[in-house]
C-alpha cells in the first residue's frame, strides 16, 4: 500500500548510504611554530660572546702569564685569608645586630623603635668608608674608653688604641654598617609571614620566644635568605675599602703588589677580578641549596639542582634524536 504524499518514513526504511572502504590514517607529524627573531638574537649573542673571548684570551695587554705567576702567590693567598676572615665576621654580627634590630623596630616600645629607626637611617645614608675611616681615626677623639655609672665613676677603663687593631676596626665598621641594611632584610621577612600564622600561634598559647625561633623565623627565612645573600656577595665586595684602614685584603695585597710592579697592574687587577668571581660563585651555589632547603611544604616540587636539569636535558635530547630517526 502506497502512503500518501508528505507521510513520515521510519528510520528502519530510510535510505542507508553506500559503505566506503576503509582508509588507513597516516601519520602526521605536529610541526613547532617557528620563531625566527629567537634565532636572530641566540646568533648574536653566541658571535658577541666568541668576539669577547677571543679578544680576552690573545690580548698581549692582559698577559696572561704573569697572572698565571700572580694568582696562588703567598702575598695574594694571604689576602684572600683576610678578606675571607673579614667576610665571615661581619656577615654573622651584622646578621645578629640585624635581626636584634629588627625586633627592637617591631617592638612595642616607642623608644626601641625610635632608636632602630635612627640606627638604620644613619647607618644607610653614610658611606661606608666614612665609618672605616673614622673608627680607624677614633683613638684621637678617645683616648680611652670606660663602663661604669653615667655622670659618675668608671668601673672599667681600657686604652682604645690597644684593642682596635686593623682587623677589628674592619669588622666593628663593616658590622655596623652591615646591620642597618640587614635589618630591614630581617624585618620584610617577619612582616611577610602570614598574621594567620601568629594568631595560631598565640592560641596555642606557646610564649613569645618559642613564636618566634619554631614558628615565624623559619617561614621569614624563606624570604630572608635571597635577600640577605646578595647583601652577603655586595659584603665580599665592600670589604676591598679595609685597604684604607692600612688592612691588606685582596684588593689590597693585588694593589700593593702593583705599586712595586707597575707593569703587572692589569694582571693582578684580574687575579682579584678572578678570585672575587670565584667567592660569589660560591656563595650563589650555598644560596640555591639554602633556598632549596626551606622551599619544603611551601612548594608541589622542590627546584631541580643543577645535575637533575643536566640529567633532564640528556634525556630529553636523547628522545629527540629517537623522534627524529624514527620519522
Known amino acids: 500500500m502506497s502512503e500518501p504524499p508528505g507521510a513520515a518514513v521510519s528510520l528502519a526504511e530510510a535510505p542507508r548510504p553506500a559503505a566506503t572502504p576503509s582508509q588507513p590514517l597516516t601519520a602526521q607529524r ?15 649573542v653566541l658571535v658577541l660572546t666568541a668576539q669577547f673571548v677571543h679578544g680576552l684570551v690573545t690580548n698581549p695587554f692582559y698577559q696572561w702569564d704573569r697572572f698565571g705567576y700572580w694568582f696562588l702567590r703567598p702575598t695574594i693567598v694571604d689576602g684572600l685569608l683576610v678578606t675571607l676572615e673579614v667576610t665571615a665576621y661581619s656577615a654573622v654580627l651584622g646578621l645578629l645586630g640585624g635581626v636584634l634590630l629588627a625586633l627592637a623596630r617591631l617592638s ?28 680607624y681615626n677614633f683613638s684621637a677623639l678617645y683616648k680611652t674608653l670606660s663602663l661604669g655609672v653615667p655622670f659618675g665613676p668608671a668601673f672599667l ?12 676596626i674592619a669588622v666593628v665598621g663593616i658590622s655596623l654598617h652591615e646591620s642597618a641594611y640587614a635589618a630591614e632584610v630581617v624585618r620584610g621577612g617577619i612582616l611577610s609571614v602570614d598574621q594567620g600564622q601568629h594568631e595560631a600561634a598565640a592560641a596555642l598559647g606557646l610564649p613569645k620566644g618559642y613564636q618566634f625561633r619554631r614558628i615565624v623565623f623559619p617561614q621569614a627565612l624563606r624570604s630572608i635568605v635571597p ?8 659584603l665580599i665586595k665592600g670589604t676591598s675599602l679595609v685597604f684604607y684602614v692600612s688592612l691588606l685584603d685582596l684588593f689590597g695585597a693585588a694593589q700593593s703588589m ?8 692589569v694582571p693582578l687587577l684580574m687575579v682579584a677580578t678572578v678570585w672575587y668571581l670565584a667567592l660569589t660563585s660560591v656563595v650563589s651555589v650555598v644560596q640555591f641549596y639554602v633556598e632549596r632547603y626551606y622551599a619544603r611544604g611551601a612548594t608541589r616540587s622542590l627546584p631541580p639542582t643543577p645535575l ?6 640528556a634525556t630529553e635530547l636523547r628522545a629527540r634524536v629517537r623522534r627524529e630517526a624514527a620519522v
Request: net charge positive; aromatic share 12%; glycine share 6%.
Open 30 to 44: 605536529v610541526l613547532p611554530l617557528r620563531r625566527p627573531g629567537r634565532w636572530i638574537a641566540t646568533a648574536v
Open 108 to 135: 612595642r616600645s616607642p623608644v626601641l623603635r625610635a632608636v632602630s629607626w635612627v640606627y638604620v637611617w644613619a647607618f644607610r645614608s653614610i658611606p661606608l668608608i666614612v665609618v672605616l675611616l673614622f673608627l
Open 157 to 168: 677603663t681600657f686604652d682604645e688604641s690597644a684593642l682596635a687593631t686593623d682587623l677589628v
Open 227 to 234: 635577600n640577605y645573600v646578595n647583601q652577603l656577595i655586595g
Open 258 to 265: 702593583g705599586s712595586t710592579y707597575p707593569g703587572d697592574i
Open 308 to 313: 637533575q636539569k643536566l640529567r633532564s636535558s
